[in-house]
């Protein structure tokens, strides 16, 4: 019997392992450092409230994926729509719910709201040009924002070859200095003038002034409530599926299925190295039990990788890895994250538009240059099943960051007290209100465009090289891509597995159409 050792039980490798298991005689014996499955997907719990790490909707253009996910976990019964079309690759499908369920086990249809905190005031996430937008930003800063835009569209930076000026030529310096530059080097950590344009056309696709103004002209007159949300650009969904318990209910259920039907998962296993055959084949992988310290090795005829690529490089042994691929992957860069989840008696801000009601938003995008918070989640709003006392409200303080830096070494006691404090002088909450609080550090959470990415085609064509390894998912590509993106490229290579096909482009090809992408 053939075996596919899967690296990383995240939604790449998890996908990757049912497809097998349901299509084809390989086994697959996946391989996961963490304790649990789901990856950057999971699900932590913190005494009976649940934190989602990055705050995952369940949204995509693709047929196969909705109709993949409400396979595990059906469609909530209280949701009545049944029917409704799908856009995918400029195509139209029609997309029919065949499944409702109940209780525990089901996906729920969950309202989309996200909003910038500015100055202490509410801005829609996209910006949206209508009255309220205008009020708060005053005339003269509005006047300048126009005239800032109308110039960059007269004369647009060439070469456009960073992001800073990817960003000026789309929405003009003013709208850019406002509402863009600053979180965007929140996150990343550095200059925006430092980071390729390449990033922008990665995840900021087809969004911009001129559609921002249809969409608030048109959204005067009507709704569009349908989930795939057809004809709307993916930052203006309006809705989105989302499991009831959080991500991770997801990959623990598409889990139980592997295993019932014969796949292996390893957890709290390390994967030491990876030997070749001396030339271009993989043939075994040596695990370590972390519990343990159980070492063994498991031989196989195909490795699907999640892991990432810097550190899949450095521990293949045995096969030819050409020097220059190797510099390269070694150059490699990554932004780290850490959340602070604060249980709250109650929040302090209240609706802008409905005073004395509680937020509604999913995200707030905290667009501040003094404070270090980038984001905050209200897990209430991802789902009311998030929190165990729903007259709670469970907080989620976002801070990108890298591993190792003097604000990540810092105590839990520490960046908890930090945390409330920024939050505090922004009037989010009020330290009295804080009821309990944990923080979740989670490493290589977003592989970066900057550092040697801009070479990183070399390292590509020596993956592509070894016949039986398969790069999938987020960190297995080093590229940012969504959860709907990580399946599609575990599907492909799974096809590709099936077919005999020895090419991967089809895989690399995945999350670069227009069709996918969340704009900033």
């Given at each position: ?383 009311p099943y998030m929190v165990s006392d729903i007259n709670k409200t469970w907080l989620g303080v976002e801070y990108f960051c890298n591993e190792g830096d003097a604000f990540w070494q810092q105590s839990d006691e520490s960046l908890i007290q930090f945390a409330i404090a920024e939050m505090e002088s922004i009037g989010m909450i009020r330290a ?89």
């Amino acid at each position: 019997m053939k075996k596919a050792v899967i690296i990383g039980a995240g939604p790449a490798g998890l996908t990757a392992a049912y497809e097998l298991l349901v299509r084809t005689d390989i086994i697959p014996v996946i391989i996961e450092k963490d304790n649990q499955v789901g990856g950057l997907a999971k699900t932590v719990q913190y005494k009976g409230n649940r934190l989602d790490i990055g705050g995952h909707r369940f949204f995509s253009k693709s047929a196969k994926i909705i109709d993949w996910w409400l396979k595990f976990l059906p469609m909530d019964e209280t949701v009545h729509e049944d029917h409704f079309r799908i856009s995918y690759q400029h195509k139209d499908a029609d997309f029919a719910i065949r499944k409702f369920g109940k209780g525990e086990q089901t996906i729920l249809l969950r309202p989309r709201k996200s909003r910038i905190y500015f100055e202490r005031q509410f801005f829609d996430y996209p910006l949206q040009l209508n009255m309220s937008t205008l009020r708060k930003l005053g005339v003269v800063k509005t006047t300048g924002i126009g005239f800032s835009y109308v110039r960059a569209k007269l004369f647009p930076e060439k070469p456009e070859e960073n992001l800073a000026q990817f960003f000026r030529n789309r929405f003009g310096k003013k709208l850019y200095e406002t509402f863009f530059k600053d979180y965007t080097e929140k996150v990343w950590g550095i200059p925006c003038e430092k980071i390729p344009s390449g990033w922008g056309s990665q995840r900021v696709k087809d969004l911009n002034i001129t559609r921002l103004i249809k969409h608030a002209l048109l959204s005067l007159f009507r709704t569009n409530t349908s989930i795939t949300q057809k004809g709307t650009s993916t930052s203006l969904i309006e809705q989105f599926l989302y499991p009831k318990y959080g991500p991770g209910q997801m990959w623990e259920t598409v889990t139980a299925e592997i295993i019932r039907l014969g796949g292996e998962l390893h957890l709290n296993t390390s994967l030491e190295s990876l030997t070749g055959n001396g030339d271009h084949t993989l043939i075994s992988a040596e695990i370590t039990n972390r519990n343990t310290s159980e070492t063994k090795t498991i031989t196989g005829d195909y490795f699907i990788s999640s892991m990432p690529v810097r550190e899949l490089l450095n521990i293949m042994d045995n096969i030819a890895i050409p020097s220059e691929a190797k510099l390269i992957s070694d150059r490699l860069e990554y932004r780290d994250f850490l959340i602070v989840g604060i249980l709250l008696s109650e929040l302090a801000v209240q609706d802008d538009k409905k005073r004395g009601e509680n937020i509604k938003d999913n995200w707030i995008y905290i667009q501040d240059k003094n404070v270090k918070a980038g984001r905050i989640q209200i897990f209430n709003n991802w789902s009311p099943y998030m929190v165990s006392d729903i007259n709670k409200t469970w907080l989620g303080v976002e801070y990108f960051c890298n591993e190792g830096d003097a604000f990540w070494q810092q105590s839990d006691e520490s960046l908890i007290q930090f945390a409330i404090a920024e939050m505090e002088s922004i009037g989010m909450i009020r330290a009295t209100d804080v009821e309990d609080s944990m923080v979740l550090k989670v490493e290589k959470a977003y592989p970066s465009y900057y550092g040697s990415y801009s070479q990183f085609e070399t390292v590509k064509q020596f993956l592509n090289c070894v016949g039986n390894l398969y790069p999938v998912g987020r960190n297995g590509m080093h590229r940012y891509n969504n959860s709907d993106h990580s399946m599609l490229t575990a599907m492909a290579a799974v096809e590709n597995i099936i077919s005999g096909n020895l090419s991967k482009e089809n895989i690399w090809d995945i999350n670069t159409e227009e069709e996918y992408h969340e704009e900033k």
